[in-house]
């Protein structure tokens, strides 16, 4: 995660910090990019804070770490999980289209009639534009959107949900249980079942995104290199 450990949103189903974010450190990219080299990662997943006090909504600072991992790793496979970059979206999408990753990734989280209370500050159909207009400025690479499900919402509402994705060209889904981090965060609605999981899996496949997870314990960069090259949930954990 770079740019800080504190957000300048307030989710309620987020163990986030959040508050005034302090200034960037310049040398995060060239850092991030020495840990990726040292580690080895042939795929890094990286995702940040949301930044609202920057002009740009931090895509300059992506994009520099998204530079720096090309020069020193040319072989890793880069997926950013960004923020929505809410009223500077094109800003953002032009420079990332500057030093795009391998996978641009968006997290919608939730369904629009929970957006109020779960999504303070954000706004469903701009997520779903966010996702869209990458597709404008990059066609070939792929976009990938995650959601929690047992959050409040029904059954339908994931359907039209799925529905809209596929609407607005996202390739690659996940879906997974919300599981509460405090008792001061959001309560956990309900535990949606197997056989509801099975009907998302199912309904996606049938809208024939790319690659769709949808189970328990997945999560949105769970396993993304596997996700990335086309293979199923991982089982045991995903499945019964
Ligand atoms: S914007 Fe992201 S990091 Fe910030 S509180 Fe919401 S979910 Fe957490």
Redesign the pocket.
């Known amino acids: 995660m770079i740019m800080g450990d504190i ?1 300048t ?3 309620p189903f ?1 163990d ?1 910090a ?1 508050g005034r974010p302090n200034i960037l450190d310049p040398n995060e990219p060239k850092h991030l990019a020495e840990t990726v080299k040292n580690l080895n990662l042939k795929y890094v997943v990286i995702t940040s ?2 930044r609202d006090d920057l002009k740009d909504g931090g895509a300059q600072h992506f994009a520099d770490c998204i530079r720096e991992i090309r020069q020193t790793s040319p072989e890793t496979l880069i997926e950013i999980l960004v ?1 929505d970059f809410r009223g500077r979206a094109d800003i953002a999408l032009k420079i990332l289209s500057q030093n795009p990753p391998d996978v641009f990734n968006h997290n919608i989280e939730t369904v629009p009639r929970l957006y109020k209370a779960m999504r303070p500050g954000a706004d469903y159909k701009h997520s779903l534009d966010l996702l869209k207009k990458f597709k404008h400025y990059c066609s070939e690479i792929p976009t990938k959107c995650g959601l929690m499900v047992g959050l409040g919402e029904v059954e339908a509402e994931v359907i039209v949900l799925l529905n809209d994705l596929k609407d607005y060209q996202v390739d690659y889904v996940t879906i997974g249980q919300y599981l509460q981090p405090s008792k001061s965060h959001a309560p956990i609605h309900r535990f949606v079942t197997l056989q509801e999981f099975k009907h998302y899996q199912t309904h996606g496949e049938r809208l024939a995104f790319k690659n769709i997870w949808s189970a328990p314990l997945v999560r949105s960069s769970y396993f993304a290199d596997r996700q990335y090259h086309g293979e199923a949930v991982p089982s045991p954990y995903m499945s019964e």
């Open positions: 957000c949103r307030r989710c987020c986030v959040h804070v949301d923020p």
